[in-house]
């Protein structure tokens, strides 16, 4: 069965630096989203793309984030220089269209030191 | 501001008993609620629900939605140890990104 995948499970970065996380959707769907989840609580979307651009985003995505989709299968979230309070588990997901759940990748767990 | 509340916040159970899980909501424009399974990583989907009272199966776990409730219940019968996870209840909002509420978690005991 097709699934979301995710890379890398885990990252370790200093406060200030960039940092890129990978997300590969399921091939034939057209949403993409980003999510995060801080330890112990809730998951919190964080911005959608459709057709090669940013359909809705939340107030956490500032201007440190940024989403890209270089090719045809990668879909990517860069947040220019970390915070101590951006470690948490980042997940990405996808859907076929509007009426389809959406599927989630195992997750990058990022932490800031 | 759309949201989500589950219901209890932990649960501790031993394997055979039955459970029943709550998720009330308030949304602008209702399109459908779904439900996702939380063991050590990634949600893993469920269930997803657009109208009242039809019941969804799948295996010893069933979900229902109450629209004039702004509800829904996710019952897991005759539990079983792997049965032990965080369950996410969530609903789109806006242009479909979904909103969670806190999770149940459920443990259950041998």
């Known amino acids: 069965e097709p699934e979301v995948t995710q890379t890398p499970s885990h990252q370790v970065t200093q406060m200030g630096q960039e940092v890129i996380l990978r997300c590969v959707p399921i091939?034939?769907?057209?949403?993409f989203y980003w999510y995060r989840q801080i330890l112990g609580q809730k998951v919190e979307f964080l911005v959608s793309f459709y057709n090669n651009e940013i359909s809705e985003k939340s107030e956490i995505f500032d201007d440190q984030f940024s989403v890209e989709r270089p090719d045809g299968s990668n879909f990517t979230l860069k947040i220019r220089s970390t915070k101590l309070e951006d470690s948490a588990m980042y997940f990405c997901?996808?859907?076929?269209?509007?009426?389809?759940?959406?599927?989630f990748g195992p997750g990058t767990r990022l932490t800031v030191t | 501001e759309d949201k989500v509340v589950q219901s209890p916040l932990s649960l501790v159970v031993h394997e055979g008993d039955t459970v029943t899980l709550n998720c009330s909501y308030e949304?602008?424009?209702?399109?459908?609620l779904l439900w996702y399974k939380q063991e050590k990583k990634a949600p893993t989907f469920l269930f997803m629900l657009t109208s009242s009272g039809i019941e969804k199966k799948s295996g010893r776990l069933s979900s229902i939605l109450d629209k004039k409730e702004l509800s829904s219940i996710l019952n897991i019968t005759a539990t079983q140890t792997g049965d032990s996870a965080i369950y996410l209840c969530?609903?789109?909002?806006?242009?479909?990104?979904?909103?969670f509420g806190k999770g149940t978690r459920l443990s259950v005991i041998a």
């Open positions: 969530a609903v789109p909002s806006g242009n479909t990104p979904l909103v």
């Open positions: 091939s034939n769907h057209l949403y």
């Open positions: 997901a996808s859907r076929r269209s509007e009426i389809y759940e959406q599927y």
């Open positions: 949304v602008t424009n209702f399109r459908s």
